[in-house]
């Protein structure tokens, strides 16, 4: 019996065309992702998203301040060149990560944050035009509902979230960064830097999936915050945030990754953090 | 005029059921790995090579040990909870990367590390037959050489190169891992564990192109070592080192990446290093 299917006219020349054709399409989809050069970590477009710890670190004006202590410099007797230094950091200065214990108790401390909540795909929602004009600037739900509507998407489940002030750009100086250049309890009052409203954390955390939240300022509340509300709403639900991001404005709204791994502390409430983003191909 | 193409008996019909399947097969490879399962990095499998800081912490027998100071824990007066801590360590303690300049003037700082440098494609040399009977064993050229012929293959370049003496068994037990738990100058004598012998370090950078090379012990060089020359040979040529590392049971031999993100300490001979690899799919 013939086969019908070549009756329509289909010889089988044709149907081997088709079937190479269908192959080309195919083949670098079957390739371990290793192997093609777009797809390879060391291969992909990196954006470093950390300040580095030096004496200009911008600290909360209440927390130590980071130091570097050389214990050696130098020529050793044996006659080859050794450096080696000591280092003393609050966890929660510079580029860090809150830890969900920080403001909630008996939630994760940062050794046990899940390595698959630091990382992954993640949304970059720019907030400059008004968090320039107004130092104690509030993200709102407006903010995140904008993003949305331009990017014609609610936020996809598992992201972690960036929120691009612009303010990163007068880090290290702290009069035009924190608001002042005191430091102490008295200082507190002084501070002015923008940070998420409580209603736009509480809207992420009833209405979308995230993983984690992250932004250009010293704080997830805004300066003039004196409960951190926020901050309790975001932690107590194990949602981590970090703080004092570099380099947010090399990012897209969407399309890209992240990567945050901190410092492994036992116990810690917070700590030094490298963050990165890899563009995807 | 009717073109050529058509006369070979293939009719529009025929070349539009191609393209589609052309396209069916090209559809996936299009879109960005972000939205295919075995492309994100949030699904994929992820091993923590990173001991944590606390007070058990191994440190170098003259260095300063990690150090945590509670600054606040407990309900504030305003009513939420809070906890934050203070830390000291050496940058050369538990899993921690050598920057080149530790042991070769002038090379790179810590910060100057290029990201690059610090991630991608990643081998796992295991010696720990051979170093688990032998707590002075110097990883050789030899062991490199059996790799590559049960691998079938050079280390590729740019590797990131591991080394696996099953030592990371005995952390953070001093006396079995450092072998000593005397501490201070006059326990130098007493320090027995494994490192890789200055002639596999020079091979390595002589025959084959690497970006970083790591070990479960808390030295590149091994305990014994009085002039560090496995330090200076790989550091003098800007390879970083990564120390105690934990957790190299779990790698395969080859078809891992791995993610090195040392505190960006400005300056840094080295510091605390959050690493993790990430299988390939």
Redo the contacts between chains.
Sequence with gaps: MKFGFWNL???I??FL??CA??????T??TT???QTAN?????MK?V?L?????RETVYWVT??EFE?DT?FAGVTE???????????????GG?HIDAP?????GKLTV?QIP??SL???AIKIDVSEKALQDPDYLISVDDIDRWEQEENTPIPD?SIVLFYTGHSTYYPDKKKYLGTEQRGEEALDSLHFPGISPEAAQWLIDNRNI?AVGLDTPSLDYGQS???KTH?ILLSENVPGFENLANLEQLPAS?F?V?A????????????L???A?M??
């Excluded at 950390?50 to 030096?54: A, E, R, W």
């Design positions: 006219g289909f010889g020349w044709n065309i088709l054709a269908f192959l080309a399409g195919c670098q989809q371990p992702p290793v797809n390879t970590l060391d291969k990196i470093d950390t300040h580095d710890f030096s927390a130590k570097l214990v044996q006659g080859f060149y050794y450096t080696a230094n000591d280092i003393t950091t609050a966890e929660h580029t214990i920080h403001f909630a108790e050794d390595l698959e990382m992954g795909a598992g993983k004196k409960n951190f309790v399309g990754q990567i791994l901190p410092m492994k502390i036992k116990g810690g409430s917070g700590g030094p490298r963050m990165i890899i995807n191909p």
